[in-house]
């Protein structure tokens, strides 16, 4: 296993979104944060010999953080068919051992049927920021409870209740969460600084 410093210097050639749209809340996800979080779970054996897949993948941050760390097999998937072509770069700039399939699909309905014992979902879902977008991170919770036994995810500052109660009405239980720093590049005409910290949330949920 490589260190967590190691796998966020491997990350940092993963590119970002060429042209994001700011209805899907595209962000690139900071190999930092990505690290952190897939090497926690791989601690935890949640990643070595599973599948692992990740809903809303954009240019593949996690799902390489992932592939990088020895999974059965890793599988990407995303609505939006531009970062998906970014994606198959990045797997090439990253090179790591494991073969990723990269699905063009919604995660309302996403078109996956694993094995669900034996499946981790790692996600940066949208935070629903955007007006009339709240709690898009909802739909992701739920193709989720459905399709893995254990999950980490990304999601705004203050939404324990939120997840937690959710968790719970779906079978699952929050079991480790901590907050992080999430760097936000200036990419869309209603940021008015060059780049903003804010803090998220992540957690871990047995399904």
């Known amino acids: 296993m490589s260190t967590k410093r190691a796998l966020a210097q491997q990350l940092g050639v993963v590119a970002g979104f ?16 990505a690290a952190h979080l897939i090497h926690l779970a791989d601690l935890r054996g949640d990643i070595e010999d599973r599948t692992i897949v ?17 999974p059965e097999r890793t599988v990407g998937l995303d609505v939006d068919p531009a970062p998906l072509r970014t994606a ?24 996956l049927r694993p094995d669900r014992d034996g499946t981790t979902v790692v996600m940066n879902p949208p935070f629903g920021a955007q007006s009339g977008n709240e709690h898009a991170d909802r739909a992701f919770l739920e193709t989720t409870a459905a399709l ?15 997840v937690g109660s959710f968790a719970a009405d779906n079978g699952g239980t929050v079991t480790d969460s901590y907050q992080t720093e999430f760097e936000i590049p200036r990419q869309f005409d209603h940021h008015e600084d060059e780049s903003r910290a804010v803090t998220a949330e992540v957690y871990r949920i047995d399904w």
């Open 18 to 33: 060429d042209d994001p749209r700011a209805p899907l809340e595209q962000y690139r996800t900071p190999p930092e944060l």
């Open 148 to 162: 893995a036994d254990v999950s980490y995810s990304i999601h705004n500052e203050g939404s324990q209740e939120f």
């Open 88 to 111: 198959r770069d990045n797997e090439r700039k990253v090179a790591s051992a494991t073969s990723v399939s990269w699905v063009r699909g919604d995660a309302e309905n996403a078109p």
């Open 54 to 70: 990740d809903l809303g993948c954009g240019t593949g941050m996690l799902t390489l953080g992932a592939a990088l760390r020895g």
